[in-house]
C-alpha cells in the first residue's frame, strides 16, 4: 500500500531561487495539506487542496503557492526563496469524506536548505 | 487564533517508566485532536480522539480527550528505548463556514528513553 510519497528528499538552493516540491497522496485520499517544520517546531500548515482547488490557506505569503491535478497529487512552489525558509516541509494527504476519514497522513518530508 | 500547547517540551525517563505526555487547546470549530510520533521526518499516527472521556489504547500506549477542559493526555507504559522520539500532539479545526479541516500542533514533547 503507497503510503504519500513526497520528492526530493533534500534539497539545497540559494536565496532568490524558486524551488518545487512534489507529493502523491496515499491511495483513496483526495485532498492533500501542505505543512513547514522548522528545525525544534511542530508542524504549521501552509494551505490545502481538493478538487484542485486551494480550499484554505495558513499565514504564509504570496511565494508560497501550490498546485493539484487531477490525480491527486500535489506541487508546493516557493519563489524568492529567504534564509527563512529553510525546512522540513510535510505533505499530508486526507479523505474529503468523513465517512472514510481516518486521520491524515503524512509524507517523509523534503529537507530544504536555502544558502 | 487556534493555539496548541505540549508539555513537557522535553522528558528523559528509563526503561520501564511510565509517562504521561500532556496537550491543551484553544480552537474554534473543535473536530478531533490527533497524536502523533515523529522519530525521523514522517510523523506517525497514533490517535485520533473526537469524543470525550473514551479512552484509546494501542498496546502500551493510551490516550484520552477531555472537551470540557480542553485538554488530552498521552500514557506509556514500560517505556522502552524506541519509543524515543518527538510525539506531537495536533488538533484538526473546521475552516469557518466551510467543512475543510486543517491541523494546529503543538511544538512537541521530546522524549529520550535510556537502557
Known amino acids: 500500500d503507497a503510503g504519500v510519497t513526497q520528492s526530493p528528499t533534500h534539497l539545497i538552493k540559494t536565496r532568490g531561487q524558486q524551488v518545487t516540491l512534489r507529493c502523491s497522496p496515499k491511495s483513496g485520499h483526495d485532498t492533500v495539506s501542505w505543512y513547514q517544520q522548522a528545525l525544534g517546531q511542530g508542524p504549521q500548515f501552509i494551505f490545502q487542496y481538493y478538487e484542485e482547488e486551494e480550499r484554505q490557506r495558513g499565514n504564509f505569503p504570496d511565494r508560497f503557492s501550490g498546485h493539484q491535478f487531477p490525480n491527486y497529487s500535489s506541487e508546493l512552489n516557493v519563489n524568492a526563496l529567504l534564509l527563512g525558509d529553510s525546512a522540513l516541509y510535510l505533505c499530508a494527504s486526507s479523505s474529503r469524506d468523513r465517512v472514510k476519514f481516518y486521520g491524515y497522513t503524512f509524507g517523509s518530508g523534503t529537507r530544504l536548505t536555502v544558502v | 487564533e487556534d493555539k496548541v500547547v505540549q508539555s513537557p517540551l522535553s522528558l528523559v525517563v528509563h526503561e520501564g517508566d511510565t509517562v504521561t505526555l500532556n496537550c491543551s487547546y484553544e480552537v474554534t470549530n473543535f473536530r478531533s485532536l490527533l497524536w502523533y510520533k515523529q522519530e525521523k521526518k514522517a510523523p506517525t499516527f497514533l490517535f485520533m480522539l473526537t469524543s470525550s472521556g473514551i479512552e484509546k489504547k494501542s498496546g502500551r500506549l493510551s490516550s484520552i480527550l477531555d472537551k470540557k477542559e480542553l485538554f488530552s493526555i498521552l500514557n506509556i507504559t514500560a517505556t522502552q528505548t524506541g519509543d524515543s522520539a518527538i510525539y506531537l500532539c495536533?488538533?484538526?479545526?473546521?475552516?469557518?463556514?466551510?467543512?475543510?479541516?486543517?491541523?494546529?500542533f503543538g511544538q512537541g514533547t521530546i522524549l529520550t528513553v535510556h537502557p
Open positions: 495536533a488538533v484538526e479545526s473546521r475552516a469557518g463556514g466551510t467543512s475543510y479541516g486543517k491541523l494546529t
